[in-house]
């Protein structure tokens, strides 16, 4: 599975999804979790985070809201909310 994590400048999970501008992307699978990219958006627009994202199948974040997670959902991106841990790693080992 492909994850992306919304992530501030010193690398811990944003406290909302709508003020994410940047998304470490990881994969899940058999073989543990591997970082495959770093995705930088303009953020603040939904449309702008959802078209940096849509091919994960999880978004982690801090928050997320109700319409975000509706319009993810609509393209079969399951979203998170993290509020225990502010390392992604943690957080993907979770799942």
């Known amino acids: 599975m492909k994850i992306a994590v919304s992530v501030n400048s010193s690398e811990e999970i944003v406290s909302h999804l709508g003020k994410a501008k940047i998304f470490y992307i990881y994969s899940k699978g058999s073989e543990g979790i591997c970082f495959l990219d770093v ?34 959902g609509d393209l079969g991106i399951e979203a998170i909310v993290e509020e225990e841990t502010l390392n992604p790693i943690e957080a993907i080992s979770k799942l």
């Open 39 to 72: 995705r930088v958006t303009d953020g603040n627009h939904q449309n702008h985070i959802i078209e940096d994202i849509k091919d994960c199948d999880i978004v982690i974040s801090g928050k997320i809201g109700e319409g975000m997670i509706n319009s993810l």
